[in-house]
């Protein structure tokens, strides 16, 4: 296989016509403000590969990519669209981290993905599915820190980051080592957890990728609360690209498109919004703020004082689907999501106990919470 040398860094593609761009961290790259995630990719093979060259001539400079979305065949669907265009765009690989990766089967694995997408090298690789408590496995010599490190020696890596779900305080934690240049973390305008390590990330210069900029679809339900609240009248999903990108540490917008009309409304969504407006993001989270007010003392701030739960129920992501029902409406999504709940954490488990309500410094009637839920099955 042919190896880029380190200093093939071939500025990225820009079309100012149809996209903005904006920096990704202090890599000096200038990243698309709307990337395309390929892990929605279909089984239509024609339509992804116009989907993914569409997507480059209107100036989107960023895919994300790796082998286990799809069934394991994202890369397989992405790469025809790729044919003839990779020069100047992002296409960044993904494997997982695990206590028995070593070296060696990680440089397998990058350069499995490479010869998968046609690739010559990565200008982004991401550790995948990263914790916290993996640091120690991520740091041991002989590791995937020593192959991603050598692979950036040779030219086979450019860049490096990390996606994962985890507490926001450890990912402030895991970019405070200096080790990445990029994270990819989970924001929308139903889930503004992760805010602090994106400011964060603004001061050490951390790029931030943020996927699910549209909740995983859950957005795509129109929403009159949003709507009135933050004063636009505009289509749900429209609103949820301007608040990711109205955060001014926000690198890009990581959307999963598999329909032509999504892109071309997403790219034309983007291209209208200047988030340079004075104020914007703080008019956004004030909105946000007011309806959040609509549950009165029903508001779980997460401390998550209520678990462990001994039947292991996960009180915390139920306290979340009954604020998206009583203060954003969603109550198409919260019934699908209540009713497709997984048997071991679901809250049909609860005994009645009371344990999670004693530990609530909030207050919050987990049990009538639970009651309230089940209405909707």
Partial sequence: MGIAKASNSEPLIRNEETMRY??????????????????????????????????????????????????????????????????????????????????????????????????????????????????????????????LRRAQDEGLIQHVGFTGHDAPENFTRVIETGLFDTLTIPYSLINQSYEPTIARAGELGVGVVAMCPVAGGALAQESSALKEELGMDLPTTEMALRFVLSNPDISTACSGMNAMEHLEQNVKTVKAFDPSEEGIHERFCEGLERIRARLGDRVCTKCRYCMPCPEGINIPAYMDLYLFWKAFGLEDMVRKSVKNTPEARNMSRCTDCGACEEKCPNGIPVRETFKELATLL
């Fill in 22 to 147: 904006r920096p990704l961290g202090t890599t000096g790259l200038e990243i698309s403000a709307l990337s395309f995630g390929c892990m929605r990719l279909g089984e239509d093979q024609d339509l992804n590969t116009e989907l993914i060259s569409k997507a480059i001539d209107l100036g989107v400079n960023y895919f994300e990519t790796t082998r286990g979305y799809c069934n394991g065949q994202c890369q397989q669907r992405t790469a025809p669209g790729l044919k003839g265009k990779t020069s100047g765009v992002i296409v960044s690989g993904k494997a997982a981290l695990r206590p028995d990766t070593t070296e060696y089967t990680f440089r397998k694995e990058i350069e499995l993905q490479l010869e998968i997408l046609g690739l010559t090298h990565f200008k982004f690789f991401q550790v995948g599915w990263f914790r916290w408590p993996m640091l120690q496995h991520l740091l041991k010599r002989g590791g995937l820190l020593d192959a």
